[in-house]
């Protein structure tokens, strides 16, 4: 498809696992934001990639947070050792190059439960 | 870093208009967006202003002051389905990021 995906698409799992959620952006664009949004809460920005510069990680909550991208194409968010207050909808964004407009386009997130 | 202030719910008629204001504070601004997001719903674009002035996008208009830090979302002839959260992001340019940080929402409910 043509927009942004996310997998899985929910995710349940016991404290103290480790968990990875995959986000593959628009094909083209070089800017992948994660947000975190716990429920009926805003959007908490976590990490952002531009391009091959090194990612604004200003957002992660923990060390237990980590975040790659290859080049410009899928990345991963993994959490360590998950925690209850980890359960959230996990949203990643991805926008083309800066220089003008560049609106995010949002997957539909991956809803994390821990038990 | 940026602070992002806009009420946290709204309630209107269907058919009126209704205004969702946002301030921020940020060192290096470089454009302000609207989002619209449903209940259980990704956020979807609405509008963007980087200049001074108004945005008009039909039902949807977007005004922004950079000077007082101060935007506005109108809604005109609110339907039903215009009950959603409204957020305001402010992309800041400083450091050589161009960083995109969300308010918390507005959430607006039509009522008949």
């Known amino acids: 498809g043509a927009g942004v995906s996310q997998s899985p698409s929910n995710k349940v799992t016991e404290k103290g696992k480790d968990v990875e959620l995959r986000c593959d952006p628009i094909?083209?664009?070089?800017?992948l934001y994660w947000y975190r949004q716990r429920l009926g809460q805003g959007l908490e920005f976590l990490i952002y990639f531009q391009g091959n510069s090194a990612p604004d990680k200003s957002g992660l909550p923990s060390d237990r947070f980590s975040a790659e991208r290859t080049g410009e194409s899928v990345s991963t968010l993994t959490i360590q050792r998950t925690q209850q207050e980890d359960s959230a909808v996990y949203l990643c964004?991805?926008?083309?190059?800066?220089?003008?407009?560049?609106?995010?386009?949002f997957g539909p997130g991956t809803r994390l439960l821990v038990l | 870093g940026q602070n992002i202030d806009q009420p946290t719910e709204m309630t209107a008629t269907e058919g009126a208009i209704v205004q969702i204001n946002c301030t921020y504070q940020t060192s290096g601004f470089n454009g302000l967006f609207w989002y619209q997001q449903h209940a259980g719903e990704a956020p979807t674009f609405l509008s963007y202003n980087v200049l001074d002035g108004l945005e008009e996008k039909g039902r949807f208009s977007s005004f922004l002051s950079r000077s007082k830090g101060y935007s506005y979302l109108l809604l005109k002839e609110l339907q039903m389905k215009d009950s959603a959260s409204y957020l305001c992001?402010?992309?800041?340019?400083?450091?050589?990021?161009?960083?995109?940080?969300f308010g918390i929402g507005t959430k607006l409910q039509v009522i008949p």
């Open positions: 094909s083209g664009h070089t800017a």
């Open positions: 964004a991805s926008s083309p190059q800066t220089g003008g407009q560049e609106t995010q386009y």
């Open positions: 992001a402010v992309r800041d340019g400083s450091g050589g990021y161009q960083k995109v940080t």
